[in-house]
């Protein structure tokens, strides 16, 4: 291998340490090697910094493990005031490398690749860009539980006898809610009843709503049906706010929103999510098959004696 950086430093990251080998010395040359052993802990990963710092490395590489990275990454992206170059390599690349990794310690490994120009960055967007993914993901998760939660709810009454998912398209809808609501103070609804409640179009299936619901539950039933939809209440109000934060960064996106937005079968959620996931600097983006490939919509070409597996990973994994 040919080096061509005189000062670099690679990163073997832990959940309670990290471990950074710095390599100084003239390029043609056998460099000093410095390990040093840093907790994870803020004050640690600060003294990390000050000590690169002072030692003028520039350059930086780690492995993409896990979510640990990711606050040595947070404080390290500020050092030279933001000019630090953060290599994020994806560990397989580094076993694709000509070498024995288990020759030398992983952090002597990595900073040996990183001294020869060998290990290829991931993508990492910017913090106002990260802030943002992590709002899309977690509205994400919080819809999906809501969904799960939906689904907890439709089951326990099916289990009671109420059989409303099978006239009413959406049981949480204005109508389903009603009755709902009704049956975790009463436990049971009459027709008379019935008819107060079911509103808009759901009245054409008045008839069938009616039998639907000529049920009974008892005390333990309505509690816990009144436990369900508390909870779902919950996650309601949870991802309103969510969504509040959401939009207050999606403020100075605007324009670029609008342009994703008017991309045939993308509504506003799937441009915000697009966003959140590259960025608004394509730049990073060698080629159209680069982003993609790094979205995972590329397969692998694993081909063995003329045939090819169907089931072939993505070139590249997301971060």
């Known amino acids: 291998m040919q080096d061509i950086l005189e000062t670099c430093c690679g990163l073997d990251v832990h959940k309670d340490t990290v471990v950074a080998c710095l390599l100084k010395g003239n390029i043609g040359e056998e460099p000093t090697k410095t390990i040093r052993t840093f907790s994870t802990l803020l004050p640690g990963l600060d003294e990390l910094k ?58 002597e490994w990595i900073a040996t690749l990183l001294r020869a120009g060998l290990l290829e960055g991931s993508f990492i967007p910017s913090k106002p860009i990260r802030e943002l993914r992590n709002l899309t993901r977690y509205r994400k998760s919080i819809i999906e539980e809501i969904a799960s939660q939906k689904n907890r709810i439709e089951k326990h009454l099916q289990s009671c006898g109420f ?30 009843e019935v008819e107060t409640l079911v509103k808009g179009r759901a009245k054409s299936k008045l008839q069938e709503i009616k039998q639907a619901v000529n049920g009974k539950m008892d005390v333990h039933q309505r509690e816990f049906l009144k436990l369900l939809l508390g909870w779902l209440d919950q996650h309601y109000e949870h991802l309103r706010l969510v969504e509040q934060k959401l939009e207050e960064k999606l403020n100075q996106y605007q324009r670029q929103l609008e342009q994703l937005d008017g991309i045939p079968g ?5 441009a915000a999510a697009i966003l959140a996931e590259i960025g608004i600097d394509m730049s990073r983006f060698k080629t159209a098959e680069h982003i993609c490939s790094w979205a995972g919509l590329s397969p692998g070409n694993n081909e063995s004696a003329g045939k090819k597996s169907p089931l072939a990973p993505p070139t590249v994994t997301p971060i």
Not at 76 to 104: C, Q, W, Y
Not at 166 to 184: P, Q
Not at 266 to 270: G, L, M, Q, R, Y
């Open 266 to 270: 993308i509504d506003k959620t799937a």
């Open 50 to 107: 000050a000590w690169l710092e002072a030692e003028n490395c520039r350059h930086v590489a780690m492995e993409s493990t896990g979510v640990y990275w990711q606050p040595v990454y947070n404080v390290l992206e500020e050092a030279f005031d933001g000019s630090m170059v953060l290599i994020v390599a994806n560990a397989r690349h580094m076993k694709n490398v000509p070498g024995k990794k288990t020759d030398m310690k992983d952090a």
């Open 163 to 192: 059989k409303l998912s099978t006239f009413l398209t959406d049981i949480f809808g204005v109508s389903g809610r009603a009755i709902m609501d009704h049956l975790c103070r009463h436990g049971k609804i009459s027709a008379r």
